[in-house]
């Protein structure tokens, strides 16, 4: 039993302030998955007030590339810092977490197509590691270098490791309809496109009508909640969202 | 035309002084890879006096295994600052330098074969990036992680990158005879096993034994020489001592 779990920046980091970490909500989440038993357990976590100033000094973004390395270094080290802080947290919880950095093991080919390297995640979650891995910027043919959202890092490394359960752990409970309730299952985008906006529109820098889009692709049911839902999440509850794409079994 | 050059931990640190920079190391090293004009580069650093002290703490070798997340973040980290001073001492030099953590992207399976990921380590050539890699502790089934030596690390990634010609910068000018007189070019381990150590002798550490058992195995031609060859290396000369292995072709 594999499972990809993501923490929002916006959990881990107060976002009006550059590089700074939310105590509160770090310690909340490396708590909840200290006290968890999941077989094999791997991490991802967003930029939040990390990365994203760097990024944007630079003109670095999903779309928009760099082919300045020391663009590449900044924004890089910059998310490493978070990094390192999220896996203190987590140690002092007694989780064995090492880093995974998607620079080093990941790139995005001239289609636009992204691949990490998962056989080393594989080997960590064998031996008993939990590799946790963030947004970053990596090497993308014909740009230079780009931004990778822990979203689209989540789905990739999910899928190439035929994970049994993908969870999002994000600043609302869930996905929400128009009364602020918490919906409890989506199986496809129609249902949501009331609330969530039209297919038209696009949305890659993790807004919420972005991940249900990438979670409806996925073989492998997925769940949107918040903080309060993760130890729910972790020991195999129903918490927020399940959003449960055509190709799951 | 792809070069792997592996600068040796020796040239760049001080060995008896823990985590120790030697500042005209490794300026004289970012120096010449600044002012050469090489097609593609991948940058290969040992551990010098990083890295060590903290596996030895920690009672982790090549052979021998930790399953503490604690002592893997503590050695890979120590690398890590390496790593920066490095990446730092080339862009100084417009080296457009970022790194690869080996620990993110390679492992060792249980038969101890080491696998490192280059697709990432190709796409980064392609758009002009020099990587820049080192010697780290990473995962190896059954025995939780191991240390990786540069030396391993640069031949495994020359095969894989189908590279051209492969360099080892070192303490010494070469492979040196009875004399100390540098052997211009070595075909098979009998030639130098009177000078070396004869086959039955295991040398996993990075002495010039295993460096040139190792190199006769690749199908690139190699050379092994010290900082006053590097230029040379770099332009396409002949430096100390050529290793060419019966797959070469």
């Not at 107060?14 to 038993?37: F, N, P, V």
């Not at 357990?41 to 930029?47: E, K, Q, S, T």
């Not at 002092?92 to 636009?112: F, K, N």
Request: proline letters at 4%; aromatic letters at 2%; a negative charge.
């Amino acid at each position: 039993m594999t499972t990809v779990l993501k923490l929002g920046g916006s959990l881990l980091t107060r976002k009006d302030e550059h590089e700074s970490i939310d105590e509160a909500g770090l310690s909340t989440a490396a708590a909840a998955i200290g006290a968890a038993s999941v077989d094999e357990l791997v991490l991802v976590h967003g930029a939040g007030s990390f990365g994203h100033v760097h990024a944007d000094a630079h003109g670095v973004s999903v779309e928009a590339g760099t082919s300045e390395a020391a663009a590449v270094r900044e924004i890089h080290a910059s998310m490493g810092r978070l990094n390192r802080r999220v896996l203190a947290a987590l140690a002092e919880e007694g989780v064995e977490a090492i880093p995974v950095r998607p620079l080093s093991a990941s790139y995005r080919d001239a289609e636009g197509a992204l691949w990490h390297a998962t056989d080393q995640v594989a080997a960590m979650l064998a031996e008993g590691f939990v590799p946790v891995l963030h947004g970053d910027v990596i090497t993308t043919r014909e740009k230079g270098a780009t931004i990778l959202s822990g979203d689209e890092l989540v789905v990739t490394v999910a899928r190439s490791l035929h994970a049994d359960a993908v969870g999002l752990c994000a600043g609302v409970p869930g996905v929400l309809d128009e009364d602020d309730s918490v919906i409890p299952e989506i199986d496809g985008y129609d249902e949501v496109a009331g609330v969530l906006g039209g297919a038209a529109e696009t949305d890659v820098t993790g807004g919420m009508a972005g991940k249900v889009r990438t979670l409806l692709d996925l073989p492998i049911p997925a769940r949107i909640f918040d903080l309060e839902g993760l130890p729910a999440f972790l020991s195999g509850g129903d918490p927020g969202t399940l959003v449960r794409g055509p190709d799951v079994e």
